[in-house]
């Protein structure tokens, strides 16, 4: 045997994605990128993202769970938990005793959440004070156009919602950084320490009420505005959840347009991967089930946090109407936990290990753990189950690459993997790789993106 063929026989060689795909997978590629992006325009918080998965499912055909309701082969049923985190399920033809083929991906993303007593005057300026939501680089969030998302609950008990900043004739609003003139002192800071989590003030106006000479007269007109558009006085902030996200669409990026730039990737482009092939889903072997989380960017905690007894609730009624137990099911079934991982940037070699790291264009990349230090708070999955998925996606043709989260002592991350896992769920993390993540708008590959709905769908399928 010639050096050339053992070369070729025994050594691994990864391909690039453009390398590999045919013409009718390019057009399958850009039409669900199509709709990705309007995905991404529709669904800028968890809110939003359950209200677009809810007409999408109704329309699919899926129903409301109803404890005790019956289910039969094919059924399609959801449940929406309190309108900030989704599970759905389609009925397969094995019991629920066997398992279920499951994926878990996360819909909050890194924002500014607005403080109780946010409303202001400083220098006849208004403002709302932020405090951030999830791990974000301050500095980032200062200079560019933001919007307000988000529900009231009123004192007299309606409900109402408001986004301002989205619509081309609405205004934006600002966080101010220091002109670089007058920077000396900044300019001396750590990127941490630039602009401090304090300094995350949103201006809101700066016009005076008029023949009034009491004070915080700009405060007072804010006000005014906000009570003459949506009936709101100043404590119906007490029980708001008003989140500050940068306002502006989701875009193609390149002159070959292979990238896409938008608010969010992290983690709506491996939510919406796990939801649209759930849509199309035939009926499949074993029951497959799609949840989308809440509040991954904080710890998973909290009652719409992939930690929640929500999940076991929504897997108890599925399989009390088979009579399986829930615990077999739970030992019988596989995750895909999906969620983003770092794609290599050029600009920062350093911080990787490029042998070992993710990269644009090369498919979905699975994280066989991801933790920090000597893999630490990882769910590491085994090769069992790395081996599972080898096989899995060889069959359906997806194309996937190995991805760890930086360098070994650099930083590190984690996703909902542990806590499936630690349900005695076998689980393994995958997503879509992604430049600047956390950034105010993230950038992913559009073949990674489509490569990372196929793994889904292989996952529902199953082998
Ligand atoms: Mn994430
Ligand atoms: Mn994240």
Known sequence: MSNETLRENLLFKAKNGYDLITEA???????????????????????????YAVAAAEKAGFKPMVPGMELKLGDRVYCNNRGKSIMLAVIGEKSLEEGANITAAHIDSPRMDVKPNPLYEDSEIAYLKTHYYGGIKKYQWTTIPLAIHGVVYKKNGEVITITIGEDDSDPVFFISDLLIHLSADQMKKTLAEGITGEQLNLILGTVPMADD????????????????KYGLIEEDFLSAELTIVPAGKCREVGLDRSLLAAYG??????????????????????TAVCVLADKEEIGSVGISGMQSQCFENFMADLCAAQGASLLHCFANSFCL????????????P?????????????????????????????????????????????????????????????????TVA?????????????????????????IVSKYDCYMTMKAMDAVYTGL
């Not at 542990?418 to 993230?442: Q, S």
């Open 350 to 414: 350093d911080t990787c290990d490029k042998r070992n790291n993710s990269k644009l264009n090369y498919g979905v990349g699975i994280c066989k753990y991801t933790g920090s230090r000597g893999k630490g708070g990882a769910s590491d999955a085994a090769a069992e189950a790395m081996g599972y998925l080898r096989t899995l996606f060889q069959k359906n043709s997806v194309v996937w690459q190995a991805a760890t989260l930086g360098k070994v002592d650099q930083g590190g991350g984690g």
């Open 418 to 442: 542990a806590y499936m896992a630690n349900r005695n769920i076998v689980t393994v993390d995958a997503g879509v790789p992604v430049l600047c993540m956390h950034a105010p708008y993230e």
């Open 337 to 348: 936990s999906a969620d983003v991982t770092n794609a290599f940037d050029p600009n920062f």
């Open 265 to 286: 990737h992290d983690d709506r482009v491996c939510s919406y991967a796990a939801l649209a092939p759930l849509l199309k889903l035939g009926t499949p072997a074993k």
């Open 25 to 51: 997978q390019k057009a399958e590629m850009e039409a669900y990128c199509k709709d990705y992006t309007a995905f991404m325009d529709a669904a800028k918080t968890e809110r939003e993202a359950v209200t």
């Open 213 to 228: 000479d009491g004070a915080d007269r700009v405060k007072l007109a804010a006000m005014a505005l906000l009570n003459e």
